[in-house]
């Protein structure tokens, strides 16, 4: 089975600090996702990750930044964080192709 | 303007009977399309998926419809059980399976 891994599963943060969540694959898979889930919202993507140090912007970029140094470690970096980033950070994993996403159990991020 | 639309945040249905959960999407180039089931404090799981040659796919209790037409797509779950309480999220992508756009999601309450 595919298991997606995240570092915390909840995270309390001040505003202006710099975060980072970890997410970590074990299948091999060559693509990994970053969302955020906010209520009436569903999943909006804000990075993906299609190969080793390629990244791509998704629809929400704007305050973060991403890292691929390893294929199966993607990290999400909040350089400044703020509190309308306060949500629940979801990491998934596919292979490529017409494949379904695997996702890991989530980050559920507080910025006071 | 979100391209993939879930009308009803939630339903109830009773135990034993269908349950019936529906997806509008905007853009006609989207080629293959997936539900996901997500319970709380979980990341979301796969359920079942269609790609656009085809307008029924059906997986045991689970059954999804396409009408490309009408850009419309539907999960159906009979007979409904307690435990498919949960969000239920449509999904949507283009032929190169990379990008994944998300529904806002449909809390389904399964009543005993």
């Known amino acids: 089975d595919v298991k997606v891994t995240q570092s915390s599963r909840y995270l309390v943060k001040r505003t202006g600090e710099k975060v980072f969540l970890e997410c970590v694959q074990d299948?091999?898979?060559?693509?990994m996702f970053w969302y955020r889930q906010d209520p009436g919202l569903g999943l909006r993507l804000i990075y993906f990750s299609y190969d080793v140090k390629m990244k791509e912007k998704g629809d929400i970029p704007e305050g973060y930044s991403v890292s691929r140094e390893k294929k199966e470690r993607f990290s999400l970096i909040l350089e400044s964080a703020s509190t309308n980033q306060t949500s629940m950070y979801l990491c998934?994993?596919?292979?490529?192709?017409?494949?379904?996403?695997?996702f890991g159990p989530g980050t559920r991020l507080t910025v006071l | 303007d979100q391209q993939v639309k879930q009308n009803s945040p939630s339903l109830s249905v009773q135990e034993g009977r269908i349950s019936i959960l529906n997806c509008d999407y905007t853009n006609s180039m989207f080629d293959y399309f997936l539900w996901y089931k997500k319970y709380p404090a979980e990341g979301p799981t796969f359920l079942i998926s269609?790609?656009?040659?085809?307008d029924k796919n059906e997986d045991g209790r689970f059954t999804v419809f396409l009408n490309k037409s009408a850009k419309h797509l539907s999960l159906h779950i009979v007979p409904s059980q307690p435990g498919d309480s949960a969000v239920y999220f449509c999904a949507a992508t283009l032929s190169n399976g990379q990008n994944f756009v998300f529904g806002p999601g449909t809390r389904l309450s399964v009543l005993p």
């Open positions: 998934a994993s596919k292979r490529g192709g017409l494949d379904e996403q695997f």
């Open positions: 269609i790609s656009s040659i085809k």
């Open positions: 299948m091999d898979h060559e693509n």
